[in-house]
């Protein structure tokens, strides 16, 4: 089943039958994450709204859409002159998704168009008009589009505000408009609500994103979030992440068959890159340097000042940025509880000293030495090679780079990482970003103005080569006859 990342707390028991009647003119089920919709939408404190404002985030293809409406429409048939305006980014979506919404009505024989004679005065009338949209409900309710222009809403009051496809709307142009239509709000009483839904947009910048923020803080008491997403750190290849963040597959229509089955998922990620399909599919918004790759938090709950006992078996990895600025020299092991461990035996300004420092360090460990086989790191590998005794030198490869990357970061948001809490490492830690790599994959880079990261990337590469190489086994004597 899948389940948001981060939902804010509703009663179980909340009265969501509105969010049912409205489903059921629709001609539409009620899946698991359409009940959680309706739950943030109808919950109730002190008579009121227990959120004015509401940000739902869902990925495609999982009725984020259909389950809001599903709310307005049954708000609309059981309050005498409700108002609800709906905009997207654009004047022409808001219509198209108005109308596709009423559609169903008409089919379920609760509305007609304006243009349809009927003796039966209970039905809703659509009404198609070039952009001025609308459904008038006979007990005086109305709900109608508007472009996402602030002169467009303008002394209309209105019970509720819904923004779809609110990714959408970048810059300013999507704050501009919020900052129009909230007043009104102002006399339709304590039941009146904003709701802003959608997928990610192209950076994490505007209206939406802002909203997301402040809800998955949960500093504000009156923002409501519910936001099935993927986190930063978690790898959006692995097909358990796509089960957990898209209600798709675990959703069932009455008739049996899943509302998205998997191989539809992995359809689209084939056609797809993969920054495309995890944003589309997945609610990642695109990450550039600026975004954190790990946890820090859960990086420092691993740390231990009188690290470590020593491993039977380890591996050094060194790293240098493309500039040889510094070097760091890293070990990386598993202790016998099968958790990562990282100590960082070397960290200098510049490269000279590396070498030496590296292929003395491997032979008195017996282990042997990895690499990135990228930028600086060549000439030091190029240099311990010709160290005398040889010792066993390991690139990694750009192929795995990324891998390596990922490996790291989701040992330590499972909290599966010991470390010395070393200065030098923790800050590295902090200060690692995301970069893509090539078409369909994401590496570490260092965040602008934050500290040289090259010991988080010596101990992620060291961490993959450790656990892709099995442990040597003993020597079985056998004699003959045995």
Same mark, same amino acid.
């Given at each position: 089943?899948?389940?948001?990342?981060?939902?804010?707390?509703?009663?179980?028991?909340?009265?969501?039958?509105?969010?049912?009647?409205?489903?059921?003119?629709?001609?539409?089920?009620?899946?698991?994450?359409?009940?959680?919709?309706?739950?943030?939408?109808?919950?109730?404190?002190?008579?009121?709204? *227990?959120?004015?404002? +509401?940000?739902?985030?869902?990925?495609?293809?999982?009725?984020?859409?259909? $389950?809001?409406?599903?709310?307005?429409?049954?708000?609309?048939?059981?309050?005498?002159?409700?108002? +609800?305006?709906?905009?997207?980014?654009?004047?022409?979506?808001?219509?198209?998704?108005?109308?596709?919404?009423?559609?169903?009505?008409?089919?379920?024989?609760?509305?007609?168009?304006?243009?349809?004679?009927?003796?039966?005065?209970?039905?809703?009338?659509?009404?198609?008009?070039?952009?001025?949209?609308?459904?008038?409900?006979?007990?005086?309710?109305?709900?109608?589009?508007?472009?996402?222009?602030?002169?467009?809403?303008?002394?209309?009051? #209105?019970?509720?505000?819904?923004?779809?496809?609110?990714?959408?709307?970048?810059?300013?142009?999507?704050?501009?408009?919020?900052? =129009?239509?909230?007043?009104?709000?102002? !006399? *339709?009483?304590?039941?009146?609500?904003?709701?802003?839904?959608?997928?990610?947009?192209?950076?994490?910048?505007?209206?939406?994103? $802002?909203?997301?923020?402040?809800?998955?803080?949960?500093?504000?008491?009156?923002?409501?979030?519910?936001?099935? +997403?993927?986190?930063?750190?978690?790898?959006?290849?692995?097909?358990?992440?796509?089960?957990?963040?898209?209600?798709?597959?675990?959703?069932?229509?009455?008739?049996?068959?899943?509302?998205?089955?998997?191989? !539809?998922?992995?359809? *689209? *990620?084939?056609?797809?890159?993969?920054?495309?399909?995890?944003?589309?599919?997945?609610?990642?918004?695109?990450?550039?340097?600026?975004?954190? #790759?790990?946890?820090?938090?859960?990086?420092?709950?691993?740390?231990?000042?009188?690290?470590?006992?020593?491993?039977?078996?380890?591996?050094?990895?060194?790293?240098?940025?493309?500039?040889? !600025?510094?070097? =760091?020299?890293? &070990?990386?092991?598993?202790?016998?509880?099968?958790?990562? +461990?990282?100590?960082?035996?070397?960290?200098?300004?510049?490269?000279?000293?590396?070498?030496?420092?590296?292929?003395?360090?491997?032979? =008195?460990?017996?282990?042997?030495?990895?690499?990135?086989?990228?930028?600086?790191?060549?000439?030091?590998? =190029?240099?311990?090679?010709?160290?005398?005794?040889?010792?066993?030198?390991?690139?990694?490869?750009?192929?795995?780079?990324?891998?390596?990357?990922?490996?790291?970061?989701?040992?330590?948001? &499972?909290?599966?990482?010991?470390?010395?809490?070393?200065?030098?490492?923790?800050?590295?830690?902090?200060?690692?970003?995301?970069?893509?790599?090539?078409?369909?994959?994401?590496?570490?880079?260092?965040?602008?103005?934050?500290?040289?990261?090259?010991?988080?990337?010596?101990?992620?590469?060291?961490?993959?080569?450790?656990?892709?190489?099995?442990?040597?086994?003993?020597?079985?004597?056998?004699?003959?006859?045995?």
């Amino acid at each position: 089943m899948a389940r948001p990342t981060y939902a804010s707390k509703v009663p179980k028991d909340t009265d969501i039958s509105v969010a049912n009647r409205g489903a059921a003119m629709l001609g539409l089920p009620l899946f698991d994450q359409g009940v959680r919709v309706a739950r943030l939408l109808e919950a109730r404190r002190g008579g009121g709204a *227990r959120f004015d404002t +509401c940000v739902i985030e869902m990925p495609r293809r999982s009725t984020k859409t259909t $389950s809001v409406w599903a709310v307005i429409v049954g708000r609309a048939v059981t309050r005498d002159g409700y108002r +609800c305006v709906v905009t997207a980014q654009s004047g022409n979506v808001a219509s198209r998704i108005l109308l596709e919404h009423a559609q169903l009505l008409v089919a379920t024989g609760h509305a007609r168009y304006s243009q349809e004679r009927s003796d039966d005065p209970s039905l809703a009338v659509v009404y198609r008009n070039g952009g001025r949209e609308r459904i008038d409900f006979p007990n005086g309710s109305r709900i109608w589009v508007v472009p996402p222009e602030p002169g467009a809403v303008r002394s209309a009051a #209105a019970d509720d505000i819904l923004v779809d496809e609110a990714g959408e709307h970048e810059g300013d142009k999507g704050q501009d408009f919020l900052d =129009a239509v909230r007043p009104l709000m102002d !006399t *339709r009483g304590p039941l009146a609500q904003l709701i802003v839904s959608g997928t990610p947009g192209r950076s994490r910048t505007g209206m939406f994103w $802002s909203l997301l923020e402040q809800g998955r803080a949960g500093a504000d008491p009156d923002l409501g979030i519910l936001d099935y +997403c993927i986190r930063d750190d978690e790898d959006p290849e692995d097909r358990r992440v796509w089960r957990r963040v898209h209600p798709g597959p675990s959703s069932r229509k009455p008739d049996g068959t899943v509302l998205t089955p998997m191989r !539809t998922l992995e359809k *689209r *990620r084939a056609a797809m890159d993969l920054v495309s399909f995890a944003r589309e599919y997945l609610c990642l918004w695109p990450t550039d340097a600026s975004t954190g #790759a790990l946890d820090v938090d859960a990086w420092r709950a691993g740390g231990q000042d009188d690290f470590l006992a020593r491993p039977r078996r380890s591996v050094i990895a060194f790293d240098a940025p493309k500039d040889q !600025t510094c070097c =760091a020299v890293v &070990e990386v092991w598993r202790d016998d509880d099968g958790k990562a +461990c990282f100590e960082v035996l070397a960290f200098k300004p510049g490269v000279s000293w590396a070498a030496k420092f590296a292929h003395q360090a491997a032979r =008195a460990l017996k282990v042997p030495v990895v690499f990135d086989e990228i930028g600086g790191n060549v000439t030091i590998a =190029a240099e311990i090679r010709r160290q005398r005794p040889g010792v066993t030198v390991a690139p990694l490869r750009w192929l795995h780079v990324g891998g390596a990357a990922q490996l790291f970061a989701t040992e330590i948001r &499972e909290g599966r990482v010991r470390h010395a809490n070393q200065p030098d490492l923790n800050a590295a830690i902090e200060s690692v970003g995301w970069r893509p790599a090539g078409r369909d994959g994401r590496a570490f880079g260092r965040r602008p103005g934050m500290s040289e990261i090259s010991p988080a990337v010596a101990a992620s590469i060291g961490l993959w080569h450790f656990d892709q190489t099995p442990a040597p086994q003993p020597v079985q004597i056998r004699t003959a006859g045995v």
